[in-house]
Structure formats: structure tokens, C-alpha cells
């Protein structure tokens, strides 16, 4: 069967987003631009972008436009690693991640290294500098979550971070939702007026992960974890208009 053009303008945005041409967090160019560029109609790239949409790699937000989200790295295999594409891959992603990290913030209390305290401290200064810069501030993010694993001194809980990449942070989407000035004075909705908050409250749980790390108190560690990825979970729900206690 012939290669339908929204299909096709699908595969070669496909594969600059996984290139890196268009790097996490950046804006696609606009759908006239891409209709012009790609010599289609607009209908063919509204189609093109919610297939993109579908497949994890791209989200749109209304009076914004698109942006790349992180793609799926590849395994050892040389095969993509699955993108937690619904809600609920997403919610299953984050209990992974309870079960994972809250026994790996414990373990890093006692076991981490003066070199490793001072890098985690300067990485939550980077993530804290990095509000307004989705694309930075997610790779500052996974990287304090991955140095925490690294000072737990369990290679396993290491390798299981570096399998799933800065793609388990779930907050690409929400972070893009950067409200407008126009849009604070139009009736937008609540959650999107408080974006900056979000992000304040983010930095805030980090600091108590790193606090605990500092006092090597594992209980405090496993604690501050689950309460950061419990947050994680509650802004993953409200963001997609579902019931927080679900």
C-alpha cells in the first residue's frame, strides 16, 4: 500500500525528534510552515501531529503549538525501549519508580560519598535554574534521580534507572504548559495559572531528598522519595483532568 502523506510527514518528523534534530522540549515548527515545507495541506499535518500525539513523541497544547517530548532510547538489543504513552502506562511508570527509588534514596543515605552529596547539590541548583526550560530541566531532573540510584552503590538499581532514561520523568507535558500572558487574562484554567508553582513545589521535593541524603537518615531518604513521587503521581492526575485520589 502507497505511503499515505500525513504518513509520511509522520515518519520524518518521527525521525528527527529520535535524531535529535528537534530536541526534547522544542517547539515543532508551525503547521502552515511544515505545510508549506513538506509541500501538504494542513489537514495532512494536524494529522501527521496528533499521530505523533498518539506515539508519545510529540504534545500539543491548544494556542501554544507542539512540542518533542523525549523519545525511546534503545536497549542493548539495539530495539526502542516502550514509551509510556497513556495514562496509565504512566501511572504503572510511577509505581515502578515508588518501588524503585524509595529503596534506593534509603540505601544512598549511608552509602554516598562526599563527591556524590556535593553533585546531587549541584544538580537540584541546575534543575532549581532551569523553570521555564522544559527540555534543560528534565535532563537536570533525571540526572539527580539517577545519581541517587549511582550512590545507593546497587548496580542494579542503576542499571534499572539508565534503562528507562529521562523519559520517566513524567513531567515534560505539564512543564510545556507554560501559561501566556494573554492567557492569564483570559479565563484560563486553574491548573495551568499555577504551572510555576508546580515546578517551585518539584524543586522543593528534591531539596528534601538531598536534605535526607545529607543526614544520612535512610528512613527520612525513603520517605522524602516517596513523598516526591507521590506528588509526581498527583500532578500526572491533575494534569489529565482525573481525580487525585484515584
Known sequence: MAQTLSGTLVDTLRTRIVNGEIAPG????????????HGVSRTVVREAIGRLNLEGLVHTRRGSGSYALTPPAADADGGARPLARSLEDRLALVEYRLALETE??????????????????DRLDALASSDGHPATAMQHDFAFHRLVAESSA?????????????????MPRGRLDRPSSNA????????DLHDGGRFAAVVQEHRAVLAALETQDALAASAAMRVHLAGSRR????ESGQPTTR
Open 184 to 191: 492569564r487574562h483570559s479565563g484560563a484554567h486553574d491548573s
Open 26 to 37: 522544542e517547539k515543532l515548527p508551525s503547521e502552515p510552515r511544515l505545510a508549506t515545507e
Open 235 to 238: 500532578r500526572l492526575l491533575a
Open 154 to 170: 546497587n548496580r542494579f538499581l542503576l542499571e534499572a534507572l539508565d534503562r528507562l532514561g529521562p523519559q520517566m520523568i513524567a
Open 104 to 121: 534506593a534514596a534509603a540505601l544512598a543515605a549511608t552509602r554516598r560519598t562526599p563527591t556524590q552529596l556535593a553533585a546531587l547539590a
